[in-house]
Every structure is written in C-alpha cells, then in structure tokens.
C-alpha cells in the first residue's frame, strides 16, 4: 500500500479492522498494530478513560469487550494527510449503545496510535442543532405552562419534593461545565457553591490574577467566549462570564451551600448528603456525587519552625486576596510557582518590598512563546486552517501520556534556544531554573505533580531587574520573631510571610466530607505514576481518578483547568447518563487507587 494515497492507505486499514473486528478475530485486529503501540479509549469499549499499551493490553481489553461493544459501521470522516511517513485519519463508529468517532495514525500500514471516543449515546443525543428543542406548543392551552413557570417550578421542587440524579459538590469552572453537560442531558442535577455568586471563586482571588491561557484554548462549552474577548481574561471578567452561564445554561445552582457530610448506601445505591443552604440544613438523596471542588484539595500549609514566635502576619496564598493592606511593607513569599510569581507580582504593584523563597528550582515559560509554539491548535491562525476549539481538543486527547514526554522534549529544545538571554539573565539575578528531570518543561510537570512551573506574564522581568528579590537553594530553619532565618545563619527581616505551598489532592476533600476510608479507598488524584518526586508509582497511563469510575462506586471527580474541564465533562455526564438509563456499563480495568 506504500504507492497509495493517504486516504485510500487509511481506508484500506480501517476496512481490515472493521472486518476483523466483526469477526471476533481479536489475533487479526491487533496484528494490525505496530509493535509498540497504543490505543487510547474514552468509554467506547471500556467504560473508562483507558489507555492499553502494547499488543496484549489491546488484546485482553477485546477479548473482555468486544462481545457486548459490537463495533460496526467504521468510515473515514475527512481526507487523511501524511507527514514524515505518518498517515493521519479521522474516522467515526457506532457501538452497540454509543456513536463514536476516531483518530488513527499509520506507519509502515501498521497502527502506532488508536484514538476512540464516544460522542453521544443511542437514543439520548443531546437534542442540539436540528434536534433542538423546539421551545414552544403551537397550540392553545389553558392549562399552558410558560417557561419561567416551568423554571420556577423545577427550582421549587428539586432538592425538596423531586431528588437530583446526581450531585455536584463545586460551583466554580468545573461543576459549572459539567451541570451544563448534564442538563443538556436531561440529567435532574443540582451544584453547589459555597460562595455567594457564581464566579467567586475567580472574584475572590488576587486583585491582578488574570489567565495565563489563551481565550482559544479557555472556552465553555455550547457557548464560546465572543470573538471581541481578550486573550488573556481577567479574573473579574471570568467570574462574570461563568455567572452569567449558568443563568443561560439554566443550571440548578444552590449559592452559599456547604456540603456538611456523605455516604453511601451499598444496597440501595444512593447517597445520603446534608448541606447547609444558607443556614438551613437540607438532606439530598442522588444516586451519584461528583466533586468538582478545584482542581486540588485543602490548601498544603508546611511546617514552619518558630511560627509561633514571628509577630508578623502569616497566610497561606489560599487567603490572600490583595497586596493593597502590605503596601510599604517587607514582604516574603515562599514558594516559586505560578501562585508564588503571581502574588509576588501583586505586592510588588502594590508597594511592598517582596522577596520570593525559592526552595527547589523552577519551569518557566515566556508567555508570547508559549502562544508562538505552545499553542498552535489553539489560535485565531488555527481556526482560519479549520482547527476548531474541539477539533483541536481531540487532537490533544488523541495523543497516549506515554509519548507526550518525546513530544516535549522536542518542545523545550525550541524553546531553550529561543529563550536562552531571557534564562541567562534569570540565572544571573538568582533564579534557579530547571525544565523538570527529563526536560519534559512545563505541561509534563502539570499532569505528573501540578507544581513548579510558571508562565511568564511579567515577574520574571521584576525578577531579573532586581525588583524581587530572591532566595534560592539555602533551606529555611525556623522562623523568628522577625523573619525567617536560613540554614546558612543569614536572616531576612520581613513584617509577612505568604505560603504559596499549593494544595493538597482532590481526595483530601472527600476525607473531610465522607470519611477517610473511602479517600483512602479512592487514593489520590492527578498524576500519571511516572515515578518522578511527588507523582509515586507505578505507571497509570492515564490521570489519576479523573472523569471516571474510582474505587468507590458513584463517587467522581471532575477538575482541572478549563480546558480540562471543558473536555472531560462531556464524559463525565455520558457516563453517568448511561447509568440514569439503565444502559449497561461494564468498566473495563481497574480504578486508579495506586498511591
């Protein structure tokens, strides 16, 4: 098939795989694959978010799957390129209870990378497009409900006399994307905020913050950010767009309600919550829960010897809001990630005298770079080539964790060279930098431990001038009455100290909220098992307990940053829409509860 074109190559592979797999040849559908390849599932087959490696992973995953998935109906969606001798299709499938689409990459007419994922299940498509709702009863009716009637109705009666199918214990981007996705459903669901209006969450926090990704790569879903809003969204404005979504979206959205506690009847299968809506107790009843509390747990305060004896204030960044009430003031931040630069920032701006505490070195990426070679699929360019936000999405996600470090590895080198000035400079004001133990850079460090990176937007120029000053690599013994004294005697003499030590693990809030058995029982979230410092074995292949089934049944997380959020909370719905359906949803593999 060598002299075929790219398209006729990618066809003729797919026909022997549809053919294989109508057949139960599982021997003959992976002998289609390369050697070391990988197949990457979002429900389809799996009923997980699951990524085999290897001929016997595709093999033992078709064998336990392929009887009751019954795949049929593969077709080419689009022209196939090729590039470097790697022939790229799209594709779309149906399986016994699901639509799906697809992602393939060939080399050598062999499969280096399957992509499979579900796109709406049979008979509960999202009624969109020319299935919308038509919105009105051409017809008199004296008994005719209008919609804020019916709104008003549903808001009444949910949580009181009607239980919600599901939960979600989280009122910021996450829960809010994911009540959209389920309502679109038609899954009764109420989310919960603690905060007094949508979009606190980004209110709430310091004065300068403003995203570090672009509006390309940031939007919601069902509705994209308008073509006049800025790149870089203030946090003001997001709080404000998210409020206003959820109004649009018509969620059922509970302010200043704190879930008190859960658990979980086994034999019944439902749980029961108690929140504390504005004072009042109310107990709820749903069948799943879903935290959606941020993308991490509790704050992760460190042990600071002497802390009792510094006069001075002492926060962690979970509690700073503004750099206005330390204006004039010497101020300490220890920490050297995106929250540590960012309030370093803020109290700079605000006329404090900031000294960052660096305890172990740094990724730091140039903005205007990253958008340059970071972001690619994510630009206006992109969309001028047909690379739409979820076209570009699915780009992202068809690609294994495992081959992402080779992939960034690649990426750095640019960038290293590129940047190098800016990084000499840095060097020579102090800073230490590094870009992660297999110079992987910033994106592996999030996915592996969710630390030690920073996207430049402007600190590292304060930085390198001498405007924030800089302790690195001397450890801190204890603090004093006055500052902090270091490990080689030097003493820093400051009037506050703010912690920017980052957060615990998502499971660290079920802890708190059911019990510290079941967050042992689900073990942590985010990381991949890579084995670096702070992301422990053994290898997951897939993040950690996010957007799909964990140890604990009906107990989920949904998370990340809006993309993340964006994506994934699609699947989070069809899942647990397919429960409320009584659609059979046999999980294939085990949950992530490796520590």
């Not at 290897?54 to 033992?60: K, L, M, N, P, V």
């Not at 579900?118 to 919609?147: I, S, Y």
């Not at 590094?434 to 910033?442: A, P």
Request: charged fraction near 25%; hydrophobic fraction near 40%.
């Amino acid at each position: 098939m060598l002299d075929m074109a790219p398209s006729k190559q990618a066809a003729a592979w797919l026909g022997s795989f549809a053919r294989a797999l109508e057949a139960r040849d599982v021997a003959a559908a992976t002998n289609l694959f390369a050697d070391d390849c990988y197949w990457r599932d979002l429900l389809t087959f799996t009923w997980n978010i699951k990524t085999m490696e290897g001929h016997q992973a595709i093999e033992e995953m078709l064998d336990a799957t392929l009887a009751t998935t019954k795949p049929a109906a593969w077709e080419l969606s689009g022209e196939a390129t090729s590039d470097n001798g790697v022939i790229e299709a799209w594709f779309t499938f149906e399986t016994a209870s699901a639509w799906g689409q697809g992602h393939m990459r060939l080399r050598d007419d062999r499969c280096r990378t399957l992509f499979t994922a579900m796109t709406d299940l049979k008979g509960f498509e999202e009624r969109k497009g020319q299935a919308r709702p038509l919105g009105v009863r051409h017809k008199a009716d004296p008994n005719r409900e209008t919609w804020s009637e019916a709104r008003a109705r549903e808001t009444r009666d949910l949580g009181a006399s009607e239980q919600p199918y599901c939960l979600v214990i989280g009122g910021g981007q996450g829960g809010i994307m994911l009540g959209a996705r389920l309502r679109q459903l038609g899954v009764p669901a109420i989310v919960i905020e603690k905060n007094a209006r949508p979009g606190d969450s980004w209110r709430k926090r310091y004065r300068s913050l403003v995203l570090h990704d672009p509006v390309w790569y940031d939007h919601l879903p069902y509705i994209p950010f308008p073509e006049n809003w800025p790149v870089f969204t203030p946090k003001d404005k997001m709080g404000d767009w998210l409020e206003m979504y959820t109004r649009v979206m018509e969620l059922n959205y509970w302010v200043a309600t704190q879930c008190v506690s859960a658990t979980y009847d086994e034999a019944e299968k439902v749980w029961t919550v108690v929140v504390d809506r504005v004072g009042q107790r109310i107990t709820l009843k749903p069948r799943h829960i879903v935290f959606a509390t941020g993308a991490y747990g509790p704050p992760r305060r460190i042990d600071l010897p002497g802390a009792d004896q510094f006069k001075g204030e002492l926060l962690h960044s979970s509690q700073y809001s503004s750099g206005e009430k330390f204006r004039g003031k010497r101020v300490a931040v220890i920490g050297a990630a995106s929250s540590g630069h960012d309030v370093s920032v803020d109290l700079w701006e605000s006329g404090a005298e900031v000294t960052m505490i660096q305890r172990s070195p740094t990724t730091v990426v140039k903005s205007d770079t990253l958008m340059d070679v970071g972001f690619q699929i994510f630009s206006e360019k992109a969309l001028a080539r047909g690379i739409t936000t979820e076209k570009a999405d699915m780009i992202v996600a068809s690609t294994p964790f495992a081959l992402l470090p080779k992939s960034q590895q690649a990426l750095y080198d640019v960038i290293k060279v590129r940047d190098a000035a800016f990084y000499d400079r840095l060097r020579a004001a102090g800073f230490a930098i590094d870009f992660g133990h297999d110079e992987t850079g910033l994106l592996m460090k999030a996915y592996r431990t969710g630390s030690g990176y920073y996207i430049d937007v402007g600190a590292s120029e304060l930085i390198i001038d001498g405007e924030i000053g800089v302790r690195s690599g001397v450890a801190i013994k204890s603090l004093t009455p006055t500052g902090i004294l270091f490990e080689d005697g030097a003493e820093l003499t400051v009037d506050a100290i703010i912690s920017c030590t980052g957060y615990q693990s998502m499971n660290e809030t079920v802890a708190a909220i059911v019990s510290r058995d079941v967050a042992d029982k689900v073990g942590p979230c985010w990381g991949l098992g890579s084995g670096v410092k702070g992301d422990p074995g053994p290898w997951q292949g897939e993040l950690r307990n996010m957007w799909k089934p964990t140890a604990q049944e009906a107990l989920w997380f949904q998370g990340g940053n809006l993309a993340l959020s964006r994506f994934y909370s699609k699947y989070v719905a069809l899942q647990i829409k397919a429960r409320m359906e009584g659609v059979a949803t046999p999980v294939y593999g085990e949950p992530s509860n490796a520590g």
